[in-house]
């Protein structure tokens, strides 16, 4: 019997591996259609109906995305509703901002961690929301509804966009939803999704970065892992229950489901679930453009970023505050610094390009097999060839611009003093008053976070790169000098711009904006850093966008025939429309990874791992004593598994990427198990290629997450607003 089992099960993780059945991201939608049958075999126990039904609550009715309001369809992360008063779950790393923008010397929640005792003490938040989506509908016939082929593109376009408005218009009248309209499968179909979008929402507790960012940048993108990366928030409406601006008068929103959360564990092989909004993904990329991106542009960005990272690091390690000063900003570069890593030596290790060339082969072969095909699809390799050979000068010069002169601090913060240059003798003086108490709000945030020396350094090995790397017709005019009065220099050349600019020196940009009139415009505009960064942003515009422009309308066009060929060709494969920012679905199975020769990695990761890394003289492994107290004393309550131990992270064979942070990742009843926060770093190639025996998306273990609120935090009042589950018995 024993021996059966055995047999089956490696049968099955043998077939489904084969099958890549974890790949993938779906539209709630097209469920029924493609893939519920293949859940349901994998272990799901609910139905489609479950999951998505626009007449009765469904589990939909439980994810949100996280948006900013100017910005609402665009999510920057996702969460999830767990109590029937609007508390809602999300990662720490998506609520960093709003938890930073709380803190203060006096009130640090960032490093003591934040928790609201009752509904009167939890803090609002400007300029964010969550969207819950309503319904989604197939409306690709009525966008493409009186259009045809043989069309010019900007007439063909400008009806899209005014069918595409008719549409949005319609699906919201006499509501307060709002509607998007958006591209799937590289424009061959259009989705409606209509949302509603709240907007009082309230930070209710995080743990200490030392709990929420454990193992912060050094572990990041990796595994083993052991990040409590959550934070909670409570969403509130007003007195109907409908969304509403910040009021005192808002009450906390009914939801029309939550999350039930199951205690009960996984084990391997279990069926796992994740909901939410994935930004981008680009898995129907021609090996030309795979080839680009692994050859020319991540090379570049890991490059620049390397040496930015090393400078802010030595200078951190040297100083307590401008590690405080710089820990953000290292952060958020060193997060796309890993992941470009990672996707290069994971496509690299897939072969990717090999694979794609591969296939392109297998497609030419098929439509060179039918005339109608050869004419539709005949010249379409070579004509990607050559639009990513032509465009390569300007993508490397576009992506050097933005790594480097672009994201120089002190070019952002002349870029905003550059604005009062559009004021003149008409201008009205309340409208320049308004501007300039504007700027001086700028000029303190960016000081607060400000090292002169450590910049300096930056700004140094940026204009360097630009200056080496790039040639002239990239150039900023200003970069003669370096060549005519400082013998290529570069030093010095920085040199002469810091002593000559006022935008390094607090004092003297003070003393400007204090004395402001319109006539100090002129020496405004003879300021070095206003005349570089000008220039280089002119020269960008004048010389590297159209070219980009263009090329993006003619890739979008041949995205658009290659992604209907593909479908064509490969009848029998159930394709996914790559991730846009709209709601999806992704499957897999709770599962552990060999990373390389002789290594095996298990699938989750315990208390004991984050005792095992304490070292309280790195920052990233100081483990706070009330942690080390809770675990000396095995004071886990009824968060631990079965075996008593304290379980805190895990991996799972689902397809996510970049806004699925935050995501729900349910067991095969629809109950909560753990909220999704990232990916293992082997397996970060996902974007591009999906592989299943390397990637994994992480979760933080939703026991751990219980166990830090009422153990750690003691603020076990919103856990008892929680459903809890647990059938399975201690030992
Ligand atoms: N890698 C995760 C994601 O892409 C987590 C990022 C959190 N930021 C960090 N620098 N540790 O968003
Ligand atoms: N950490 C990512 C996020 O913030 C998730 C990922 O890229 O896997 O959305």
């Known amino acids: 019997m024993q021996i059966l089992k055995i047999f089956i099960i490696s049968f099955l993780t043998f077939y489904i591996g084969n099958l890549n059945a974890s790949e993938g991201m779906w539209l709630p939608i097209l469920l029924e259609k493609y893939t519920i049958e293949e859940m349901q075999q994998q272990g799901f126990k609910l139905s489609v109906e479950d999951i998505y039904d626009i007449n009765n609550a469904s589990l939909k009715d439980a994810v949100v995305g996280l948006v900013r309001l100017n910005n609402p369809f665009h999510h920057f992360c996702s969460g999830e509703v767990i109590s029937n008063q609007g508390l809602l779950l999300t990662n720490h790393h998506c609520g960093y901002s709003q938890i930073q923008s709380h803190s203060s010397l006096e009130n640090d929640y960032l490093t003591n961690g934040f928790w609201a005792m009752s509904k009167e003490e939890e803090l609002t938040n400007e300029g964010i929301g969550v969207c819950f989506l309503k319904r989604m509908e197939d409306v690709t016939s009525k966008v493409l509804a009186n259009i045809n082929d043989a069309m010019q593109d900007v007439y063909y376009d400008s009806i899209i966009e005014a069918n595409i408005k008719a549409i949005e218009q ?355 505009l003879k300021d070095p850093i206003i005349i570089l960064y000008s220039q280089a942003i002119n020269n960008y515009r004048t010389n590297t966008y159209p070219a980009l422009a263009s090329f993006k309308d003619e890739v979008a066009n041949l995205h658009k025939k290659y992604t209907k060929g593909l479908r064509e060709f490969q009848k029998d494969k159930t394709h996914f429309p790559d991730a846009n920012s709209t709601f999806r679905i992704a499957y897999g199975q709770i599962d552990d990874y060999k990373p390389r020769d002789a290594v095996a990695y298990f699938h989750f990761t315990t208390l004991e791992g984050i005792i095992e890394k304490d070292n309280p003289d790195i920052y990233d492994y100081d483990v706070p004593d009330k942690l080390k107290e809770l675990y000396n004393a095995s004071n886990f309550g009824k968060y631990s598994n079965t075996d008593g131990i304290m379980p805190v992270c895990f991996t799972a064979s689902n397809h996510t990427t970049g806004g699925n942070s935050g995501s729900p990742i349910l067991n095969a009843y629809g109950q909560l198990i753990g909220i999704n926060f990232d990916r293992n770093w082997e397996g970060t190639m996902s974007d591009i290629m999906y592989d299943p025996n390397m990637c994994r998306n992480i979760s933080l273990d939703i026991r751990y997450v219980l166990f830090i609120v009422d153990k750690f935090a003691g603020a076990k009042h919103l856990v008892d607003e929680m459903n809890l589950i647990q059938t399975t018995k201690h030992k």
Do not use: C
């Open 170 to 524: 319609d699906a919201v009248e006499g509501t307060h939803y709002l509607a998007k309209v958006k591209p799937f499968f590289a424009g061959n179909e259009y989705y409606l999704s209509v949302y509603e979008v709240f907007r009082d929402i309230r930070l209710v507790g995080a743990p200490p970065s030392a709990i929420g960012k454990f193992g912060g940048d050094t572990d990041n993108w990796m595994w083993p892992r052991h990040t409590g990366d959550f934070s909670m928030f409570r969403i509130y409406a007003d007195s109907n229950n409908n969304p509403a601006d910040i009021s005192e008068a808002n009450v906390p929103y009914k939801p029309l489901k939550h999350l039930n959360i199951s205690l009960n564990g996984v084990e391997k092989g279990d069926f796992t679930m994740v909901m939410g909004y994935p930004g981008t993904t680009q898995e129907n990329l021609p090996a030309a453009a795979v080839k680009r991106l692994t050859e020319t542009i991540n090379p570049i960005r890991i490059k620049v970023r390397t040496k930015g990272l090393d400078i802010m690091k030595a200078d951190m390690n040297t100083d307590p505050e401008i590690r405080i000063k710089y820990s953000a900003k290292v952060a958020g570069m060193s997060n796309g610094w890993k992941k470009w890593i990672g996707e290069n030596r994971g496509l690299k290790k897939l072969d990717a390009i090999d694979k794609k060339l591969a296939l392109e082969k297998e497609f030419m072969q098929w439509v060179n097999n039918d005339n109608n095909r050869k004419e539709e699809y005949g010249t379409i390799l070579e004509q990607y060839e050559n639009l990513y050979h032509s465009i390569t000068p300007y993508q490397k010069a576009a992506t050097y611009f933005y790594e480097t002169i672009y994201s120089l601090e002190l070019n952002d913060l002349a870029s905003s003093f550059y604005t009062l240059t559009e004021f003149d003798k008409t201008s009205n003086s309340e409208a320049i008053e308004k501007r300039i108490k504007a700027l001086k709000n700028t000029v303190e945030k960016h000081f607060k976070n400000y090292n002169l020396t450590t910049d300096k350094k930056l700004f140094t090995a940026f204009i360097e790169f630009y200056y080496n790397d790039i040639s002239n017709p990239f150039h900023p005019e200003i970069f003669e000098l370096i060549n005519s009065k400082f013998k290529g220099n570069i030093e010095k050349f920085v040199d002469y711009i810091f002593s000559k600019s006022m935008f390094p020196d607090h004092d003297k940009i003070n003393a400007f904006l204090n004395r402001y009139s319109i006539s100090k415009n002129k020496s405004l």
